[in-house]
């Protein structure tokens, strides 16, 4: 090949050559910038889960199923039935409450009746013992002019001495009896508030056969079923609040740095994809990885250990609206890419609010009804 055929290939050649290392260079210098103005300044897993609250129901009585009104994937709303339980059995000792509570209103009439009874009995003692008395003395000065024998002045002084030791007897009935009901007036005895409190728990077993959702949800997890005979405390169903969702981001160790709590959050859900995308914030971040709380944490004082990159949940909040429209399910996977840039926030959750996080007040009974039920059996039991 000639000199004039190599040179303009040479030529040709370094033309490629210095283009491929200009594309390297932009291709480093587009990368170097993206990093430095994106990817540093956001952190992603896909290592992340829906979560939701689990609100088990259960029963406060113990009692036999005749109902359930609702079964799994169906929406119950806070208050309403959704489990029934025979009620004859609370009926029954709500009946005998009822009558224990009339007895002690009746037994405490009798009680202060009968101080009244023991007052006269006092009297009744005085006036005996002053007989006695007058008698020994109209008998003593008669003894002394032999006019009445000596039997009859011992069997006189016999007579005070009885008549005194009845009176001791009876003020001592009497105090005895005083202390059973002093300072209290008989619908208010002790006796009678352990009888009203013993009806009021009988009127509060009758009204829990009717097992109310504490939550709107939908149902889940029905173990329950008709003649079923439960316990208290006993699990029936569960009820998931699918308005009140997260999602748990489980981020690695190296990638907790600059994680902050109130950062923003972009989180895909793998059940819509990239079509769907929701907002949160960083509301929280664990207090240890999963192995420090699993039930049998490592031990990795072993000669064989291995080192394994821990991970840390990270708590990201949902935008209700967003939830609204695109409705999630209790351990669905997700993205979860978190904005980084501002790193005001504190690393550590923040002091738990005095207001409740959660809250239900459906399982409030109308107490004050009981209240003027005991209020009307013992004016019924009170009256002459």
């Known amino acids: 090949m000639s000199t004039e055929t190599q040179a303009p290939s040479n030529k040709k050649r370094r033309v490629v050559l210095a283009g491929i290392t200009v594309a390297f260079l932009a291709a480093g210098a587009a990368y170097a910038a993206w990093y430095a103005l994106v990817a540093s300044k956001r952190v ?108 009859d002045v011992a069997h006189a002084r016999r007579a005070v001495d009885d008549a005194r030791a009845a009176l001791d007897v009876a003020q001592k009935q009497l105090a005895a009896a005083r202390v059973t009901v002093a300072g209290v007036s008989p619908a208010e005895h002790p006796n009678v508030l352990a009888a009203k409190a013993d009806y ?8 829990r056969n009717a097992i109310v959702a504490p939550v709107s949800g939908y149902v889940a997890k029905r173990s329950v079923q008709v003649g079923s005979r439960i316990a208290p405390g006993a699990p029936l169903l569960s009820i998931v609040p699918l308005d009140q969702l997260w999602v748990d981001a489980n981020f690695k160790e190296s990638e907790l740095r600059d994680i902050r709590v109130g950062q923003a959050a972009t989180i895909e859900a793998d059940i819509y994809g ?111």
Request: glycine letters at 8%; aromatic letters at 4%.
């Open 274 to 384: 990239g079509k769907v995308v929701y907002h949160g914030k960083v509301v929280g971040l664990g207090a240890g990885t999963g192995n420090a709380f699993s039930l049998l944490p490592a031990q990795n004082a072993t000669g064989n250990w291995i080192k394994v990159v821990q991970r840390v949940p990270v708590r990201i909040s949902l935008d209700p609206k967003e939830l609204a429209a695109h409705p999630l399910r209790v351990g669905l996977s997700a993205t979860v890419d978190v904005d980084i840039s501002q790193k005001n926030g504190s690393a550590l959750g923040t002091v738990a609010a005095p207001a409740p996080a959660y809250a239900t007040t459906v399982l409030n009974q109308p107490l004050q009804q009981a209240r003027e039920a005991t209020d009307a059996i013992v004016a019924r039991n009170m009256a002459n």
């Open 200 to 207: 009021l728990s009988a009127w509060l077993a009758a009204r």
């Open 44 to 151: 992603e897993t896909d290592n992340a889960y829906v979560g939701g609250n689990l609100v088990n129901v259960s029963s406060q009585v113990t009692g036999s199923v005749v109902e359930i009104r609702a079964d799994e994937t169906q929406l119950v709303r806070a208050g309403t039935e959704i489990v029934r339980l025979d009620p004859s059995d609370a009926e029954v000792a709500l009946a005998q409450a009822e009558a224990r509570l009339g007895t002690a209103v009746r037994q405490q009439r009798e009680r202060y009746t009968n101080v009244a009874q023991f007052e006269a009995v006092v009297d009744q003692r005085r006036v005996e013992l002053k007989t006695r008395q007058e008698d020994l003395a109209r008998r003593a000065p008669l003894a002394a002019d032999n006019l009445v024998s000596g039997e």
